[in-house]
């Protein structure tokens, strides 16, 4: 049956959706945080502890979400945050995802582990991509795999840095989740079947995967702005000096992530992480923000602490498995809709007027 998307307001009733519609492995491994999950709570719970107050009296009559990212400007400051195995979700896999972005408008992070080519995804966007790097630890093959994502048109290279190792995702073992036949690391086909199972566990340790290197440091940061033309945003920063060592070491963006609670449990949030990284950063470099949003208020909040832009990740994953494109659209939308109507509630006009004045202080 057809879900009446017009009649779908707010994004966590996708949550719902999907859940009726997916296998159940499936949504537990788009639902999972590792271990007890705290961290996943969290990142939800940071957004309500901060209170806004608004300005009144302000010509809202016009208000401008518009944003420059890399030389680009994005109509408004929504991405789409790299998620893996999207045939999980829906048969068209990231196909889908793509055909959403086009609809809304909204620039796509697909991800290394994505379960469509890379260069079938960008042959179907309208919209500018952008590719997410897992280093392997065949360094050659990262190489090449970077080469590949130039030579399709992507615009900005995101390398996740804050899983060397695995975490342990209780909700996802319990469920049993193992990737279904037809859903693969296709990106990865180059390195032969037992890479692209990720069945090898390098040292026979659990907490190792073949898929991703355990040995990323900042000298690879380098290599790689060594070698593409891309700009380089590294993803899963949380302490302001790996946020100074990022841009000493070559990187174009910072992106403050949690990994949405996956990857180590009692992380802080990542909303908290974010004003001091902020700071440390000075507007020398774009700074992203994942983790936690679900309302346009969030966004606001995100873009109040500094961040430029903001990325959701388990939102557009439900509105996928409710209802294919059109549901990661209406997401977008829906969010896009609250967001202004939060600017012009505040008395806020343009993305840089949102700033720490929006925050009520009691102390
Ligand atoms: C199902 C799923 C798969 C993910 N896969 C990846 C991935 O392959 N690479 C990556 O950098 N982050 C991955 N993430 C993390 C997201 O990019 C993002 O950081 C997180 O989902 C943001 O939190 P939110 O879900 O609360 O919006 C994944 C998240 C989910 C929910």
Known sequence: MDTDLSRIWCVDE???????????????YAAAGVADEATARENLAAFARLSLVPRVCVDVSRIDTGVMLFGRRHQFPILLAPCSYQKLNHPDGELAVVAGGN?????????????????????????????????????EFTRDLVKRVENAGYEALVVTVDVPVNGPRYR???????????????????????????????????????????????????????????????????????????????????????????????????????????????????VLYDGGIRRGTDIVKALGLGATAVAIGRPWVHGLAAAGAAGVARVVEILRTELEMAMGLLGRTSIAALDRSLFWRTS
Not at 14 to 28: I, N
Not at 256 to 279: E, K, M
Request: with cysteine; glycine share 8%.
């Open 14 to 28: 996708f949550e719902e959706l999907a859940r009726q519609r997916l296998p159940r492995v499936a949504a537990e």
């Open 103 to 139: 609809l809304a408008g909204a620039t796509f992070i697909t991800a290394t582990f994505a379960s469509v080519t890379l260069e079938d995804t960008a042959a179907a966007s309208q919209q500018p991509l952008w590719f997410q790097l897992y280093i392997h630890p065949d360094r």
């Open 172 to 286: 996802e073992l319990r469920a049993g989740f193992a990737l279904p036949l037809g859903v693969g690391r296709v990106n990865l086909a180059g390195l032969g079947s037992d890479a692209v199972a990720g069945a090898h566990r390098p040292h026979g340790r659990d907490i190792y995967t073949a898929v991703r290197a355990a040995d990323v440091t900042w000298r690879d940061i380098e290599l790689l702005k060594a070698a593409t033309r891309l700009p380089v945003i590294v993803k899963g920063i949380l302490h302001p000096d790996d946020a100074t060592l990022a841009m000493q070491h070559g990187a174009d963006g910072v992106y403050v992530s949690n990994h949405g609670g996956r990857s180590v449990d009692t992380v802080a949030p990542a909303l908290d992480c974010l004003p001091r990284i902020v700071d440390r950063v000075g507007g020398a470099r774009p």
